[in-house]
C-alpha cells in the first residue's frame, strides 16, 4: 500500500508586523483631532427641548448665563449694559454670527430679556436657545 | 590556550506588545473623547424699534400672541391653553394663514425653562415668523 503523503499546508500567519504602525496612526489622527473647548463658561443646567438644530461652531458666540444672572462671554463676567459692545465688536468681526445662549433653565426671562434688548441693540439678530435633546 | 567565546546576549526591544500599547491608547482616547456638537432653537430677533427704517407695521388679523405667565402657563390670543394643546391649535392658525406672526412674551419673573418650552412647541407646529418681544 502507498504512503499517503501528507499534504503540506503553508503556514498561515497574519503579518501583525505594521499593526502598530496603523495603531499609532489612528492614534495620532484622534490626537490631532481633537479640539479641546477653550471656554469654561459657568455652570448650567441646559432646558431640553425637541425641535433643537445644529449650532455652527464656527460663526457661534457663546454667551453662559447662569441661574444667578451671572453673565459671562468669553469667560469674562460682564454686566447686561457691556453685552451690546461686545457683541457689536464680535459682529464686526464676523458678520454671520450667531449669539448660543447656554443660559440655566431656572434663570429669570427679565435678565435674558434685557441680553436680548441689547443684542437688538447691537443687531446681533441670529440667536439660537442651547438646549439638550428632549426623550 | 582557547578562549571559551563569549556568548552575546542578543539586544532587542520586544515589538510584539507594541500593537497592545498603541490600541490601548487608542481606546482610551476614542472613549474620552466628548465631541461639544452644541444643538438649540434657532431664532431670528426683530431689529431694534429705534431703526425706524425697519419698522414693519403689521395688520391686526396677522398677529397671534402667545404669553407666557411666571407660573408657566400658556395664553394664545388672551385665552390660557394648556402646553399639550397649543402645538395643534397654533398648527392650525399657521396653516391658515402662512403671513401669521406669533407675537411671542414672556413675563419677567417666568422660569427661562417655560419660555424655551413655549417655543419648541411653536416651531413644533411649524411657525416660522415668531417675534420675540422683550419687554
Redesign the interface.
Known sequence: MAKIKKKERPETLIP??S??DI??L??IF??VS??F?KERGLNVTL?R???????P?KN?A?VY?DRYGTISIDDMVVEIPQVSIIMQRKLAENFNL?T??R????????I???I??Q???A?A??????????R | MQFKNKRKNLSGIPTSSMSDVAFLLLIFFLTTTKFDIKKGLGLVLPPASTQADKKVRLKQENITKVWVNQKGQVALNEEIVPLNELESKVRNIVLENPDMVISFKTDRQSKYDYMVRVLDVLQAAGAEKISLSTN
Open positions: 501583525t508586523a499593526m502598530s495603531a499609532f489612528l492614534l484622534f490626537m481633537t479640539v473647548v432646558p427641548a425637541a425641535e433643537i438644530e445644529k449650532i461652531r457661534a457663546t448665563v450667531l448660543a445662549f443660559t440655566d433653565k431656572e434663570t429669570n426671562f427679565g435674558m430679556s434685557d436680548l434688548k443684542l437688538q441693540e443687531n439678530l441670529r440667536v439660537s436657545f442651547e438646549a439638550k435633546l428632549k
